[in-house]
């Protein structure tokens, strides 16, 4: 099994037990998290050793996730408290399907804070990849400082680097400032893991094709361009093909997808599978996924991945 | 009826529904919160105007304030959407009895951008009353400026003031900064109300008639020390005397007590009752919302408020 890093923001997350817009809400369910946070459960679930690096208030919901990592056999080495800064929380509506509405609070959070530093801190040649969203870096200066750090420092320890767009344009001060950060970091990345979408917005080409052109010229050696419920495009230095996604009857909730998407498809490349066999366990994820309400709970072990696929069916 | 202004930071408040700590609950229901919030429901049940002076974010907590202000026949006019922002939130332990676990998420909120110039906004001739706390001038610079304005506007416009010095010591940089400002604040009230452990802290006395005497000899007309279960100390430029509480049997939970306390106090002497009858109907108020979960749910209509002080027992 591998060991893996990641770096982000947790958050309490208080998901709506009625189907009603969220200010008219009365119950809410508290869970936790954060791309990064569901990266972690996922690959930790399937055996890989795996440590969070973080910082989070000193509150419930800080504490509440260190416990939360703990159970989930999340390393919680790289996580500090912070005494004055709270943790960040998020507010999640109970859709009937699909993208249900979100509101976070993650201005002034303590992970805001976070320092490059840190990457000092990292014991590098415990760790064989690391994974970075387009998350963090928008959250503040320091914080997309850190990010860069981090993805210097494993090339430089020789540790692979992938890095999923994951846009929040609402975080940034426009689409222009957004798009030349992004695009900085995901040149600094081994494996990039935009949406269509997205990389229509980053690279502004319209083909799967073009956009992992885009990122390869840059210096990636795999591009997959997710397609949502249409699979993925996945180009890298030696092939190139379309995957298939799987036919879910019942999307409770799509939020953790593009997680799960990741955690498949990294995990399998740790593992020595080809592109097309990790690229179809990270579908399989995805599609597990969107089959709960919190944001991580679907992301199976390996022997629930191994069972969903023998039974599921793909969309071609 | 009278009619009654306050300002204050209303929050969305989350309540355990199980008696855990914090960090261990899972599902939590929600209310609204905030010292002056719960002034303005308790005044607004009893039938008198009420406006209150706010700001929010436009965010699934603030907009679930706006409604229930609305629903409590609580004028908005004067509270202000902030986009940019958000709304502040508490999360509230389930006790089994007395004062719970609370933790505020509140820095950088919407409110803390308050500014003076909102003063200018009031029409203060259509008004009898201003009720202002100790906790929105812990917030930031400019809440507190704005909360000093409002006094003295208050003051110059013939409307009678009262000031529940409300101490939040986590929110000052010290103890010391914290009594002076409040003092200070408290020399623009007409009428002021510590409680007995706050009045040790902000006088250096010890005893109900010490304190009174201070905040007496700083310009109020009427100072009242809340003893808590014991009751009340009253002291008046005409009169003095203690006032007994009523016995509850079964607190559920004790946040609210002292804004009950003010709602019943401040409302009975603008009915015209004496500050006797005025301080006993505060009592009254005070042990109804003592059992409830919410921080204003136990706040009583005048019909609800005389069948209990027809029924309830007192402590002497």
Redesign the interface.
Known sequence: MARVLTIGEPMGL?VA?EPK??????????YVCGAEVNFAVGMSRLGHETAYISRVGN???G??IL?FLAEQHISTDYVTLDDV??TG?Q?KAKTLEGDPEV?N?R??TAFSYMEPSVVDTVQWESYDHLHVTGIPPALSETCRETSIAMMKAAKAHGVQVSFDTNLRPALWPSEDVMRKNINYLASLADIVLPGLGEGKILTGFETPEEIADFYLKQGAKAVIVKLGTKGAYVKTTDETFYAPAYIVENVVDTVGAGDGFAVGTISGRLEGLSWSEAVRRGAAIGALQVQVESDNEGLPTLEQLVAYQNSAKLSE
């Open positions: 208080m037990t817009a969220l200010k008219d809400v009365t119950t809410f369910r508290r509150d419930p919901f504490q509440h416990d800064n709270r929380m507010l509101v609070f201005r002034f």
